[in-house]
T-cell receptor
Framework: SQQGEEDPQALSIQEGENATMNCSYK?????LQWYRQNSGRGLVHLIL?????REKHSGRLRVTLDTSKKSSSLLITASRAADTASYFC???????????FGQGTRLTINP | DTAVSQTPKYLVTQMGNDKSIKCEQN?????MYWYKQDSKKFLKIMFS???????INETVPNRFSPKSPDKAHLNLHINSLELGDSAVYFC?????????????FGPGTRLTVT
C-alpha cells in the first residue's frame, strides 16, 4: 500500500512567497527523502532527513520530521519560477532499498 | 556527464509486441532500480538489483523481465505489451544497498501502447 501521501496535491503561489508541502507516512522509518521532478524529467534528490533528526536545511529548503506524528514538511523559501515542479516524499519503511513514494505535490510559481 | 541514462526516451508500440528499455549508470553504484510512474504521477518500484543480483521483485506481471549484464546496466524487457503498460518507466541507482541513500534517476522512458 502507498506509504507516503503529500498534501496539498497542488499548490500555486506568487514568486517570492514561501511554499510548504506536507507528507504523511504509515510505518516506522530510518529516513525520509524529498525529491523534485520537473515536467518530463526524472526525479532529483533534494534532501534526506534521518529518523533521529527533527530539522534539516539546504539552501532555501527546510525539512522537518515528526516521527511521533509520522509526518514531514518541506518549506521552500523565497520561491522562484524555476521551483515549479512536482515534489515527492519517499520513505524506507519497507526496507533500505525499497523507497516508497507519495503521489507528489504539484507546485506552480507564478511570476 | 550523464549519470543515469535510458533509451529510448519515447516508445510507441502496439499491443502484443515485445519491447526493451535500456539503462546505464556511470556512477559506480552497486544498486539499480526500475520504477513505473502512472498517469497520476504515482511512482512505484518494480525491481531492484544489487551487483547483478535481483533483490527486490514487486508484484509485477511476469511479462516484465529485468536483465543485468553487469552492475552498470539494468535493462527491462516487456513481453506481450498491454494497454495498461502505458506509463513512464524510470531507472535509478544508489551506492550502498545496506543503507538508505538517495537515488539517482534517469530521464524516463514514456511507453505508449496502442
Amino acid at each position: 500500500s502507498q506509504q507516503g501521501e503529500e498534501d496539498p496535491q497542488a499548490l500555486s503561489i506568487q514568486e517570492g512567497e514561501n511554499a510548504t508541502m506536507n507528507c504523511s507516512y504509515k510505518t516506522s522509518i530510518n529516513n525520509l527523502q524529498w525529491y523534485r521532478q520537473n515536467s518530463g524529467r526524472g526525479l532529483v534528490h533534494l534532501i534526506l532527513i534521518r529518523s533521529n533528526e527533527r530539522e534539516k536545511h539546504s539552501g532555501r529548503l527546510r525539512v522537518t520530521l515528526d516521527t511521533s506524528k509520522k509526518s514531514s514538511s518541506l518549506l521552500i523559501t523565497a520561491s522562484r519560477a524555476a521551483d515549479t515542479a512536482s515534489y515527492f516524499c519517499a520513505t524506507d519503511g519497507q526496507g533500505a532499498q525499497k523507497l516508497v513514494f507519495g503521489q507528489g505535490t504539484r507546485l506552480t510559481i507564478n511570476p | 556527464d550523464t549519470a543515469v541514462s535510458q533509451t529510448p526516451k519515447y516508445l510507441v508500440t502496439q499491443m502484443g509486441n515485445d519491447k526493451s528499455i535500456k539503462c546505464e549508470q556511470n556512477l559506480g553504484h552497486d544498486t539499480m532500480y526500475w520504477y513505473k510512474q502512472d498517469s497520476k504521477k504515482f511512482l512505484k518500484i518494480m525491481f531492484s538489483y544489487n551487483n547483478k543480483e535481483l533483490i527486490i521483485n514487486e508484484t509485477v506481471p511476469n511479462r516484465f523481465s529485468p536483465k543485468s549484464p553487469d552492475k552498470a546496466h539494468l535493462n527491462l524487457h516487456i513481453n506481450s505489451l498491454e494497454l495498461g503498460d502505458s506509463a513512464v518507466y524510470f531507472c535509478a541507482s544508489s551506492p550502498d544497498p545496506g543503507r538508505s541513500y538517495e537515488q539517482y534517476f534517469g530521464p524516463g522512458t514514456r511507453l505508449t501502447v496502442t
